[in-house]
């Protein structure tokens, strides 16, 4: 129905396209692979000048912060209390959690078992990542979720996280603490695109230094960091020298829309002028039929069940952010809204 007059979606007016014998589906499919979507974004805070890490197990009368940057010769001082209050971690396999050393080698702290004077929330990291990721959002917050530590020869075979159930989650943010090592890359994969993030490059001293003072080199203060969907294949390389420490935190989004823009839907013209063409075509699925896309993401049965019921009910074309659905998935599901499907 709205194919029949231009359409305008944030100041963009999409006018009909002339019908023809173009492949449809072929023009669909490639409008949909045209819309450009994140699925991790990255960066350094530079904004403090370093990290204090207390662990609550300690006496309070003889607590001592452990303080970030770390060079290898403190580290052999400070990090054995950390590392002897640290637990072996598990991970998701099914409905179990389990401990297998051949999927994982690595230590972690909950939430409760240290403090730290690090908050994303109170840095910019925080809006960096709302518009790489979810810029129809008006808002995100990060939860910690534990400290991870991984000693020479941890990994973290490819994996995906595990769901947290709740509706607001969305993704998973890594902030590394200055300390030197070495390996312990994060891989990340997802629909057949790649990166790889080395941080240890960036604490280990240069290679021209030829091992003078190797072990009095400092890393920078800036905190290294990645975003990246629940969905994403991510793994961590074996480590090769050093402690890879970092903190891992549960990323949560609003569920009001911003009210100044939707930008996703910024994205959907190509998506909406092919599927026009395509309703304006009276040779393609003359006796009616089905258009189905396969999800780029993930999503829990109830995120769905939501979907569905906002875009029966008529009022989900005009903001994709009120769907529980993420990047080109959105844009499809509010295109197809807007057209009247």
Known sequence: KNCQAPLTLV????????????DHEMLLSSAIDSIESSYYVSGVDSTGNGVALTLATAPVDSQTPINFPLSVAQGEQALPPLLAASTVSAFGRGSETVVDPSVRVARELKPDAFT????????DILEQVRKALVPEASSIRAELHKLNIMEKGGFFHPHKDTPRGANTCFGTLVVVLPAPFEGGQLALEHSGKETVLNWGAQTRPPRWSYGINERDHMPKAGLQWAAFFGDVVHEVKRVTFGHRITLTYVLHRDSAPDPTADMLLTRANAFHGALCAALADSAFLPDGGHLGFYCRHLYEESQLAQTEAKLKSGGAGAYASKLKLKNEDAVVAAVMAQAGL
């Open 11 to 22: 100041g963009t007016t999409i006018r009909r396209t002339q019908r023809g014998t173009m």
């Open 116 to 123: 730290i004077n690090f908050d994303p929330n109170a840095t």
